[in-house]
Structure formats: structure tokens, C-alpha cells
């Protein structure tokens, strides 16, 4: 299995940047298509981003489309979302997740097996 540890959420104003970052330890990282999920309060997760195994591929909700970079260093175990031109409807809390089917990129929550904890972004108008 791996662990997963988010961090670089914060509070940002309308139109700044923030960038995530997910630390996996655990199995082998690159083994895994890795994603970004976020929930805002009320509101059910919803996929954000994913990435290939390799980092070949990528994929995005409309809504970020431009915005947001994902990206993972296997080397380090790391996986990245760079946020840029936030908007207040980006406020949620942030998740990364594994998904150890070898499937393919995905965007169902429940596709993802490995969770980490969350880290809040909150984007003030």
C-alpha cells in the first residue's frame, strides 16, 4: 500500500497561486495514477486533476483547465498541483489519492483505493 501526506494548502486571495504537494511512502509510487480530489464544505468530492503513472498523460475538470498543473517527480515520490488565477469557488479541501488499478487515468472517487488526509485551501474575494 502507500501513504499519502498533503501540504501547501492556505489562505490566498482571488487570483494568487498556491502549490500542493503529496508525499507517498509505501509501495512503489510510480505503480500508482495518481490524482488531486477536493471537497468544499456541503458539497460531495469531486475529481480536479489525475496523472499517468509515468506523467505522461494528464487530465483536468473543466473548471481548472488552464489554472492547475499536475505533475509527480517518481524519483521522490511526490505528486504536485500547481494553482494559479484561484478563484473563491476554488475553496475546498484539497485530497491526493492513488488509484493501483492500472487501468488508466480516472475521475471517479471511488476508482481510488489510497487517500491521504486533506489540506484546506481557502481563496478570500
Known amino acids: 500500500q502507500v501513504h499519502l501526506v498533503e501540504s501547501g494548502g492556505g489562505l490566498v486571495q482571488a487570483g494568487g497561486s498556491l502549490e500542493l504537494s503529496c508525499a507517498g511512502s509505501?509501495?512503489?509510487?510510480?505503480?500508482?495514477?495518481m490524482g488531486w480530489f477536493r471537497q468544499a464544505p456541503g458539497k460531495a468530492r469531486e475529481f480536479v486533476a489525475a496523472?499517468?503513472?509515468?506523467?505522461?498523460?494528464?487530465d483536468y475538470t473543466t473548471s481548472v483547465k488552464g489554472r492547475f498543473t499536475i505533475s509527480r517527480d517518481n524519483s521522490e515520490n511526490t505528486l504536485s498541483l500547481q494553482m494559479n488565477s484561484l478563484q473563491p469557488a476554488d475553496t475546498a479541501v484539497y485530497f491526493c489519492?492513488?488509484?493501483?488499478?492500472?487501468?488508466?487515468?480516472?475521475?471517479?472517487?471511488?476508482?481510488?483505493?489510497?487517500w491521504g488526509q486533506g489540506t484546506q485551501v481557502t481563496v478570500s474575494s
Open positions: 509505501g509501495r512503489a509510487f510510480s505503480n500508482y495514477t
Open positions: 496523472i499517468s503513472r509515468s506523467g505522461g498523460t494528464t
Open positions: 489519492a492513488a488509484d493501483r488499478s492500472g487501468l488508466g487515468i480516472r475521475r471517479r472517487t471511488y476508482e481510488y483505493y489510497f
